[in-house]
């Protein structure tokens, strides 16, 4: 099954729909959706080395205006979206705790979870939520996701094929692992705040 998956994702990133669908995924990750963009991002630039750079910008802009959709939840439409957004997670306790500490901490929280696997969608409507500075918000998003993206991309453009051959004889273990990383994000959300 995951090898159906994984060759699926791969002629998909060779698809004319590819960019448009790794924007759409970078935008709807930072606001409500689950699935991080790395799924499309990863075989996309595997596909087409050459165009990493293109790919990191397309999910860093889609993110970061994606981010602003979760500050838009967070500031107009909590009660109507953004609680279910953060019951869904499981974060009522994390996001109740975090309160105090964002004010003093809150550009450092959001590149923390711009850069790693943490929900960002929890940080960028809690941002929303809170009056964060928007401006913040976007510098910080900026660099963040960013750093993130670019740093993946640059990371297959360099060691491509290398990489693809250890992805496709490693595919369980890499896709547990990611798995685990996903996961560990939204406990972190639950327990560590």
């Known amino acids: ?21 790794l924007a759409a995924v970078s935008f709807v990750e930072s ?6 963009p790395d799924v499309l991002l990863i075989p996309m630039v595997l596909a087409e080395r050459a165009r990493w750079i293109r790919y990191a910008l397309i999910c860093t802009v889609a993110s970061v205006l994606g981010a602003l959709l979760g500050y838009v939840i967070g500031a107009f439409l909590f009660d109507a979206i953004g609680t279910h957004i ?9 996001f109740a705790k975090v309160q105090g500490w964002y004010d003093t901490w809150g550009a ?3 590149l923390f979870g711009a ?24 510098i910080v998003s900026i ?15 360099r060691f491509g094929e290398p990489i693809r051959t250890f992805i496709e004889k490693n595919l369980g273990l890499l896709f ?12 972190a959300v639950r327990y560590i705040f």
């Open 176 to 187: 547990t692992l990611f798995m685990i990383l996903l996961i560990g994000g939204f406990v």
């Open 108 to 110: 450092w929280g959001i």
């Open 1 to 21: 099954m995951l090898r159906r998956l994984y060759d699926w994702t791969m002629s998909l990133a060779r698809t004319r729909h590819a960019e448009r669908s």
């Open 143 to 157: 660099v963040g996701r960013g750093l993130r993206f670019f740093l993946v991309s640059w990371l297959l453009y």
């Open 31 to 36: 606001s409500f959706f689950p699935i991080p």
């Open 86 to 94: 953060i019951e869904l997670y499981q974060a009522e306790d994390a």
């Open 115 to 138: 850069v790693t696997p943490f929900p960002y969608k929890v940080l960028t409507i809690f941002s929303g939520f809170t009056g964060f500075n928007i401006v913040t918000l976007v």
